[in-house]
């Protein structure tokens, strides 16, 4: 769990003893700091160079989240241009039970029956949790990707 760095003081004291002047005797009290080593994020697990094809190929990448969360965290997926490139699930959520479980997200390339060329598209994350102010709209990378057209600019003729 990302908690910060937290202070502490330990409280030294004289345990029992039959020597009066040990008995008397007063520590300085230590003061230590916890460092944490976590940190609140959404790690992605891409493979660079996504593409897919107007006739329906797909792509895959992975969420996980970086800590475990103190609440659920939703992370919202959403392609650019959807004419062009779906994404499914268009939610993913985490719980403090399945933080570091990975979750697989698939983008599927529409068939739009244009000749337009290849489209760039661009997917973006977003991260939402009421119960972990840490994750709560969190920068999340996003992800870019080729979506090829299997259409032609052409005439048909017909004997």
């Known amino acids: 769990v990302y908690d910060r760095n937290v202070d502490y003081t330990i409280h030294l004291a004289v345990s029992a003893t039959d020597d009066p002047v040990y008995g008397l005797l007063d520590p300085a009290d230590v003061s230590v700091k916890n460092i944490d080593d976590e940190t609140a994020g959404v790690l992605l697990s891409a493979a660079s160079g996504l593409s897919t094809r107007e006739v329906g190929s797909n792509a895959t990448y992975s969420l996980v989240l970086a800590s475990e969360p103190t609440g659920d965290v ?15 699930p268009a939610m993913a959520i985490f719980t403090a039970a ?49 979506n090829l057209d299997d259409d032609q600019i052409g005439i048909d003729v017909a004997a």
């Open 98 to 146: 399945t933080w570091d479980e990975q979750q697989v997200i698939t983008i599927t390339g529409v068939d739009d029956a244009a000749a337009d060329g290849t489209a760039f598209i661009s997917i973006t994350h977003t991260a939402e949790s009421t119960g972990d102010a840490d994750y709560n709209m969190i920068a999340i990378g996003g992800l870019s990707l080729e």
């Open 74 to 88: 939703t992370v919202t997926i959403v392609s650019n241009d959807t004419s062009e490139a779906s994404v499914s």
